[in-house]
């Protein structure tokens, strides 16, 4: 009874510290302003140049949003903001990073617009030093490498010993109580 109230105890401060860390970890990148209508989605958030980010748009605030894309200098090409089918109001597109682009933080930024009203979004887009491709060469250094060099004969004497000895015990042990004495 007390293993299994543990159990439950350990499970429930798990699902609190999970339900009050998961919105932090998801929040939206929204523009200005805690009521903000628009934010967008970079995935992933942290790239090398070269690499294709997928961003994810929410305009579905407004009944017929115009989305408006204010940064691109940082990618290849144009983004061109697709509608999500069954989703209004959601937009989507894939975006390659150029490749000539510096390492360093750089802020996303656009607007949802409908109308006399807009919402502008930003996001945090990471670039990393241009990766080239090489796979590590050698081998890995992760220390002694005591199971390749030959064995010392009387700790693995002992240790045979220790598992003998632990099979014999178990094996009384079991019989004993079978026997009932």
């Known amino acids: 009874m007390r293993q299994t109230l543990s159990i439950v105890a350990v499970a429930g401060l798990v699902l609190a510290s999970v339900s009050t860390a998961a919105p932090a970890a998801f929040a939206s990148s929204g523009g200005s302003g805690a009521a903000s209508a628009a934010s967008v989605t970079l995935s992933p958030s ?13 305009c579905s605030a407004y009944s ?29 597109a894939a975006a390659t990073v150029s490749a000539s682009i510096a390492a360093g933080s750089y802020t996303l930024a656009g607007a949802c617009a409908a109308g006399d009203s807009s919402s502008s979004f930003q996001a945090d887009l990471t670039i990393s030093a241009s990766d080239d491709g090489q796979l590590p060469q050698g081998p890995a250094h992760t220390g002694v490498g005591g199971s390749i060099t030959g064995g010392d004969t009387v700790q693995e004497a002992g240790g045979l010993a220790l598992l003998l000895a632990a099979g014999v015990l178990g094996y009384r042990h079991r019989r004993s109580r079978r026997d009932g004495s």
């Open 46 to 58: 942290a790239v090398h140049p070269g690499d294709t980010v997928q961003i994810q748009l929410d």
């Open 64 to 92: 017929s949003p115009k989305p408006t894309w204010g940064s691109s200098s940082e990618f290849s090409g144009p983004i061109n903001l697709q509608p999500m089918s069954g989703q209004p109001g959601f937009y989507t």
